[in-house]
């Protein structure tokens, strides 16, 4: 089973940071350095650079931090080789957790071992689970799962941790990884009433079955307190900044049974997934949509009463229920941003591949002989050949979140109608300088999405990009009204302001951008990267050392340190080079890079330095009368601006400067 999902992933562990991964991983300072793990559990604002998204998952970040320390950075193999280890784990424990649940239906040991073996292993291979396997950030879902395992084998296979209840410190540490682990104790009930007690669940309501109903509620009240202590835990220590995503709790709700009906026949024909899917919420409970949901999930509660009620088909009936248990916390009231998202199928696939497989293997006993060796020989064969297919789509779901452009690309044929999806495609390509096609896609998503901050942005870079600065400007401001609690959108209008050497407008956008998000490192780097440029060495100072109390040992923030100290701009280095080897025209390039800094008497001496070593230099000349201008020393001005335009007739710039030194030196003798 290990070998085979080893060989199933072997093409997974380069695959890219995508979506989520950006400001929980890449642009989080805090997983940068391993003594900020305290923090972790103190502050669930280190978990993301986005507001919205900082949620209280401590375990999730320690284990982010502990990669990156592995890998020395980004490394992507470090990145998945952990949660692959922890998925393999997950797998071994089910196998035992399974073999305890068959062996409670039947009396053939061998059968519950090998049905337990080859339950894992479908899970293991399945297409479906790869959404979790891959999605970097989505190792909340695994961690949570595994604890929610371990914990049931701890509590089945070791008296010593039954008796002294340790078997809840699993569930503690699960939690802190993600929320649902605490959907263990109503499970753990459900074990113990099937399983232990060997009661129906229409024993429930019977008078004469209080007393083991009683027993029941005893053993699984220690996991139900610790369960709702972890919950309020959790939720107060969760950032107030964390939004759930969705608007109406109703709608939501009502559109779940359908959601569910999809994640089951996911189980079996896996061909529909998707990073990002384009499924829209139910307005009306009169949706036929909700009556095929609706009918599914009474016919399989009806299913799970009834298999209840004999041990044979009880493995079946505690598949059922864990199935819905472990969507509540995803497909109930809380209206979370997607209708639904493939990574979810993780914790409930563990309950619902139990019913599936027990079922089958009940059937095929008593319908096969199974005695015939023949029988026996094309079983092996129709399993072997049914593994193989779903771990070659395991491989392909691979591929597919291979980069950037393969995930997005898979998601515009799967959900065409996914506007964030058809962005983010456009979005692959102009990282790769295909403007044209971005544009495309960005206006099919603008159809379906006129309102999205993201989209307004990612339109005002590729506008920047082609050189439409009028367009990208007005995009920008269009993405920061729309989305003014948006971090990313005051980053990127400030990004683009100090592309265009306009660095104290640029300054306010990355204040507010950090404001909003103080651990989002590409706004802070942006931010002392132009505070260098200007030479505002106080506030660079400031930064660089709060930086490194963050994310000690950081090579940027090291640097900019060093630069505030010694005083040393990006335009004196540039200086120290050009007195190194003297041309014309790199002094003319320093003169220009003065007069965009505000520094314009030395934007002045250095076109002089220019005018040395090239005397007709009419572009020296326009420098020097520009500076000047800006000096308000027009006299000087017009001298420098005259010169330039004898030298060159036709110099419309030189001719617009002199124009306005002489309007400026006219007002100022009136």
């Not at 949706?287 to 088909?313: C, E, H, N, P, Y």
């Not at 199935?323 to 914790?347: G, K, Q, W, Y």
Request: charged share 15%; net charge positive.
């Amino acid at each position: 089973m290990v070998l085979l999902c080893t060989i199933t992933y072997l093409n997974h562990f380069e695959n890219a940071f995508h979506f989520d991964d950006s400001h929980t991983i890449q642009n989080n300072a805090y997983i940068r350095d391993l003594h900020n793990i305290p923090l972790y559990f103190k502050d669930g604002r280190t978990s993301s650079s986005l507001p919205q998204n900082q949620s209280y998952r401590p375990v999730v970040s320690t284990s982010l931090a502990f990669d990156y320390w592995l890998g020395g950075g980004y490394n992507l193999f470090f990145f998945h080789l952990s949660t692959f280890i922890l998925f393999l784990l997950q797998g071994i424990l089910m196998v035992f957790f399974f073999k305890k649940i068959f062996n409670t239906a039947t009396s053939n040991t061998k059968l519950a071992a090998y049905t337990a073996l080859l339950t894992a292993t479908w899970y293991l291979l399945h297409p479906a689970i790869a959404e979790t396997v891959n999605y970097i950030i989505a190792r909340a879902d695994l961690q949570s799962t595994l604890c929610v395992l371990l914990a049931f084998v701890l509590y089945i296979y070791s008296p010593f941790w039954r008796k002294t209840y340790l078997y809840n410190l699993p569930i503690v540490i699960g939690t802190l990884a993600k929320p649902p682990s605490v959907i263990f104790a109503p499970l753990l009930f459900l074990y113990i009433l099937l399983f232990e007690e060997q009661l129906s669940l229409t024993d429930i309501f019977r008078r004469d079955k209080f007393k083991q109903l009683l027993a029941v509620i005893k053993r699984s009240a220690p996991a139900f307190i610790v369960c709702l202590l972890m919950y309020y835990w959790q939720s107060i220590f969760t950032p107030k900044t964390w939004e759930a995503g969705g608007t109406s709790p109703l709608s939501y709700l009502i559109t779940q049974p359908f959601v569910m009906l999809h994640y089951f026949a996911m189980l079996f024909v896996p061909n529909a997934l998707s990073a990002d899917t384009d499924w829209q919420l139910l307005h009306s409970i009169a949706d036929w949509r909700f009556f095929v949901g609706m009918t599914f999930v009474l016919s399989m509660i009806a299913i799970a009463f009834i298999t209840s009620r004999k041990a044979q088909l009880r493995p079946i009936s505690f598949g059922i229920l864990w199935f819905f248990l472990a969507l509540l916390p995803t497909s109930s009231i809380i209206p979370l941003a997607e209708v639904l998202n493939d990574h979810r199928m993780c914790f409930p696939f563990v309950g619902l591949i139990i019913s599936v497989v027990w079922t089958i293997a009940l059937l095929i006993k008593a319908w096969l002989p199974l005695q015939v060796k023949n029988v026996r020989i094309t079983l092996m064969v129709v399993l072997a050949l049914t593994l193989s297919a779903y771990a070659y789509g395991t491989y392909q779901r691979n591929e597919v979140w291979y980069t950037e452009e393969t995930l997005w690309h898979d998601v515009t044929i799967k959900s065409p109608g996914n506007g964030r999806g058809l962005m983010n495609y456009g979005l692959s390509k102009m990282a790769k300088g295909d403007y044209v096609t971005a544009d495309i896609y960005y206006q099919k998503a603008l159809k379906l999405l006129p309102y999205y901050p993201s989209l307004y942005i990612n339109m005002g870079i590729l506008k920047a990009a082609t050189g439409h600065a009028h367009e990208a400007e007005r995009y920008f401001k269009t993405g920061i009204a729309y989305g003014n609690s948006l971090p990313d959108a005051y980053l990127f209008y400030g990004r683009y302001l100090k592309e265009q050497k306009r660095y104290f407008e640029a300054i306010p956008q990355f204040e507010k951008a950090l404001m909003l998000s103080p651990g989002h490192l590409y706004a802070i780097n942006l931010l002392m990267d132009t505070y260098l440029e200007i030479g505002n060495w106080d506030a660079l100072k400031e930064m660089a050392n709060n930086t490194l109390q963050i994310s000690p040992g950081n090579k940027d923030a090291l640097y900019y340190l060093d630069a505030a100290n010694k005083k040393t701009n990006k335009l004196d280095i540039e200086a120290d080079k050009v007195k190194a080897a003297p041309t014309a025209q790199k002094y003319l390039d320093l003169s220009l890079q003065y007069y965009q800094t505000g520094k314009y008497q030395q934007c002045i001496d250095a076109a002089t330095q220019a005018i040395r070593l090239k005397p007709d230099y009419a572009e020296a000349y326009n420098n020097i009368g520009s500076a000047y201008n800006l000096l308000q020393q027009y006299d000087k001005a017009i001298a420098a601006l005259k010169k330039a335009i004898a030298l060159k007739p036709g110099f419309q710039l030189a001719k617009n400067n002199l124009t306005q030194a002489q309007q400026e030196l006219a007002g100022q003798k009136h």
